[in-house]
C-alpha cells in the first residue's frame, strides 16, 4: 500500500490501529506496533474490536427500524465493510448518512469508496470543532434537518481526557439537531478490569495516543440532557444482543443510546 504525503505513517493513528485489530489492510508498522503492544496487555482487544463494531451494526438497524433514517457518523474511520449505509440502506434503500473523519488516509480511502453511492457523502471534520461539521454544506446538503438524525460517537470518546470535555462537542452537535434526533455512544472501561486496562492505555499514551477510560456514571455523563433509552447505559455485549452474551463483562465497554426531547 503506497503512502500518501498528506499523513505521517511513521506514527501510530486510532483509526489505523483498529484498522489493524478489525483485521484490515490499511494500518503500517506503527499502528501494528502499538496494536500489538495493547494487545498484548490485553489480548482480547481485537474481538473487543470487533464487539465494537457488531454494537454499531445493532444499534443502526435498531434506529432504521424504529424510523430514523439519517445518520450524522462522527470518527467513522477506514471504511470497513460493512459499513454504517450498507447497514442501514440494507433496511431502508431511502437512508441517508453523513460521514465525519479528521484523519488524511480516512479521508482518501471514503471518497474513494462512496463517490458514487447514492445517499452517502464523506466531510472531513473534526469533532473538536463542531462548526467545522455542521458549517459544511454537504450536511444540509444531504441531510434533511427539519427530520430527526442519528448521531454516532461510537468508540471515539476514549481519546478526549475529562478536562476537554468532550460531552459539550456531542452537546452542540445534537443540540444542532431537530428534536427526536438520537445519538448513540460506545466507549472503553475499566471498571470490568482495571490492571489491564491501564497497562493498554499506558502503551497508548507511549506512542501519543491519549485514551482514557471512563466509569459508568462517567459514561453515562457523556450523553448530557438527552435522554437514555433502553437498557440504559450497558456492558456493551448486552446491549440489545443478536445471542445474549455468557458474560458480558468479558467486553471492556459501555454503549447506550440516547434521545433528544
Do not use: C
Amino acid at each position: 500500500m503506497a503512502a500518501s504525503p498528506e499523513f505521517d505513517t511513521s506514527v501510530a493513528h486510532p483509526a489505523r490501529v483498529y484498522d489493524y485489530w478489525l483485521g484490515g489492510t490499511d494500518n503500517f508498522p506503527a499502528d501494528r506496533e502499538l496494536g500489538d503492544a495493547m494487545i498484548r496487555a490485553i489480548p482480547t482487544l481485537p474481538a473487543m474490536a470487533r464487539a465494537n463494531r457488531s454494537f454499531m451494526e445493532r444499534v443502526t438497524r435498531h434506529l432504521v427500524e424504529s424510523g430514523v433514517t439519517q445518520f450524522l457518523d462522527i470518527g467513522s474511520g477506514i471504511p470497513t465493510s460493512p459499513n454504517l449505509h450498507e447497514i442501514a440502506q440494507g433496511v431502508d434503500p431511502s437512508v441517508r448518512v453523513v460521514y465525519v473523519d479528521n484523519d488524511p488516509l480516512v479521508a482518501e480511502q471514503a471518497r474513494a469508496m462512496l463517490a458514487d453511492v447514492p445517499g452517502v457523502a464523506y466531510v472531513h471534520g473534526d469533532l473538536t470543532d463542531p462548526a467545522t461539521i455542521l458549517n459544511d454544506p454537504l450536511v444540509p446538503g444531504t441531510l434533511d434537518l427539519t427530520r430527526p438524525v442519528a448521531l454516532m460517537v461510537v468508540a471515539l470518546l476514549m481519546y478526549f481526557p475529562p478536562e476537554r470535555r468532550p460531552e459539550r462537542w456531542v452537546a452542540t452537535l445534537l443540540g444542532s439537531l431537530p428534536s427526536g434526533s438520537q445519538v448513540a455512544i460506545s466507549h472503553p472501561t475499566a471498571d470490568f478490569d482495571p490492571e489491564a486496562v491501564a497497562v493498554a492505555n499506558a502503551a497508548a499514551n507511549a506512542a501519543g495516543i491519549p485514551l482514557v477510560s471512563r466509569t459508568r456514571d462517567e459514561f453515562t455523563a457523556l450523553f448530557g440532557a438527552a435522554t437514555l433509552l433502553e437498557p440504559g447505559a450497558a456492558p456493551l455485549a448486552a446491549w440489545r444482543p443478536d445471542t445474549p452474551p455468557a458474560d458480558p463483562h468479558e467486553v471492556y465497554y459501555y454503549a447506550g443510546l440516547a434521545r433528544k426531547d
